[in-house]
Structures are given as C-alpha cells and as structure tokens.
C-alpha cells in the first residue's frame, strides 16, 4: 500500500477537506475544497488558512487554531470562508490532530461543512460517505496495517479518528 492509499478515499469526496501543518499552512487540498473556494489545488497548497478567510473571521479562526493547540480537534466551530471570487459562505470546521509515531504535532486532517447547502439529500450522501469510508480504512487496517511505514500508519490514523469524529455527528443539527 503507497502512503496515500488511505488518502485516496478523500481525492473527490463530498466534503471539503484540507490538511495543514502545525503553524496553519495548508500541506493538501481534496478537489471538493478547491472547486468550493474557486481554487485549482496549486494555488491552495502553501497557502495560510487565514487566505480563505475575510478578514472579519481571522479572530475566529485564530480561536480556532488555539483550541485546537490546547485540545487536539476542533469541533462545530462556525466560521466565515471565502472564495476567489470574494463571495462569502458559513462554514462549520471540524478538525482532528495528526501526529508521528512519537506523538508530536504533525498537523490537522479539517473538514469544512458548507452550511448554506444543508440539506436533507446532503446529509444522507455524508452519512453514507462516513460509514464507507470507515469501512474502507478497516479493510485497510485488516489486510496493510502492519507492512505501512511510520508515515503511512501515522497518516493512516489520524483519517481514522477524523472519521470517527465525523460519523459521530448529528448532521441533521447543522440544518438549524
């Protein structure tokens, strides 16, 4: 298995996905993100998570970051994301930390939610999603897990626990 065979389950997944370092900056795009921010993928990565931000929702997402620092995820956080083209929507972020075999801060495995396209269609395609992917990264963990690299396993776990996080949630919340 490559490293980023566990990966692959997010390249055109339904939900927007990024991974950053520990200081913020974005390492890798899934095509869902690019496409909702008006990105090509290169013009992303590099990049600060404040860049697909207005200005007026840097102290959130600074809030963000430090909960994140202090607790390792970020959950249901609400945050204003823009796009290319200046036009704004409501995001809800959640994260979960991504670490080495000797537990230090790798970076963050995000998931940005689009609240202005919430619905009940949507929620079902996630909910689906989630469920599949987990089985995918079991099937993973069964036949590969032991032959992985350090990265791959590392990689391979945080995916693990973001999607366990994400399964956990009441989608059907985020249309309130």
Not at 156 to 165: H, I, T
């Amino acid at each position: 298995m490559s490293q980023t065979e566990a990966r692959k389950i997010l390249k055109d997944a339904p939900i927007m996905w990024r991974r950053i370092n520990s200081i913020g900056i974005i390492l890798d795009c899934n095509s869902t993100y690019a496409a909702k921010l008006g990105y090509v993928k290169s013009e992303i990565l590099g990049k600060s998570i404040f860049a697909h931000v207005p200005k007026k929702s840097w102290e959130d997402m600074n809030d963000s970051l430090k909960i994140w620092f202090e607790t390792g995820k970020v959950t249901d956080r609400k945050i204003t994301f823009s796009r290319q083209d200046k036009s704004t929507f409501s995001g809800l972020l959640q994260a979960t930390s991504l670490y080495d075999e000797n537990k230090n801060l790798l970076g963050s495995n995000t998931v940005i939610f689009d609240l202005t396209q919430i619905t009940n269609k949507k929620i079902k395609k996630y909910e689906e999603f989630f469920r599949e992917s987990n089985e995918r990264l079991d099937e993973i963990k069964k036949k590969d897990y032991d032959r992985l690299d350090k990265n791959s396993k590392s990689e391979y776990d945080g995916l693990k626990k973001m999607f366990e996080m994400l399964a956990a949630i009441n989608l059907k919340e985020l249309k309130q």
